[in-house]
């Protein structure tokens, strides 16, 4: 049974930092989708970035238009670990972060931010950021 254990969130000032990690466990070296989705209170969860991982290597990374040019999304395959860097955080992103896999690579069908494609979910991880 896969496991997905996200850490580092936190509370920061907006145009802060934080850099959120999510050690996956039991996932094979097979080809999947992995993700970073959140979900602030009164809304629906939405996707942040995703990644296509494929013989070890990153064969796609993107992130939401929200995200462009803050966030950022990296994985290391040794450690079959998965990262998100988030730089000048606004409060708007305060929310509580989830890692999501995909390992049936659903995800080059129904979309790469599609919530529905991933089999796989972390607990969350909380992150606010106040003005």
């Known amino acids: 049974q896969v496991q997905l254990v996200e850490s580092g969130g936190g509370s920061v000032q907006a145009g802060g930092s934080l850099t959120l990690s999510c050690a996956a466990s039991?996932?094979?070296?097979?080809?999947?989708?992995m993700g970073w989705f959140r979900q602030a209170p009164g809304k629906e969860r939405e996707g942040v970035a995703s990644?296509?991982?494929?013989?070890?290597?990153?064969?796609?990374?993107d992130v939401a238009d929200f995200a462009k040019g803050r966030f950022t999304i990296s994985q290391d395959n040794v450690k079959n670990t998965l990262f998100l860097q988030m730089n000048s955080l606004k409060p708007d992103d305060t929310a509580m972060y989830y890692c999501?896999?995909?390992?049936?690579?659903?995800?080059?069908?129904?979309?790469?931010?599609?919530?529905?494609?991933?089999?796989?979910r972390g607990q969350g991880t909380q992150v606010t950021v106040s003005s």
């Open positions: 039991e996932i094979s070296d097979s080809s999947r989708c």
């Open positions: 999501a896999a995909d390992t049936q690579t659903s995800c080059r069908i129904l979309g790469y931010s599609a919530t529905t494609a991933y089999n796989y």
């Open positions: 990644i296509y991982i494929s013989g070890g290597s990153t064969h796609y990374a």
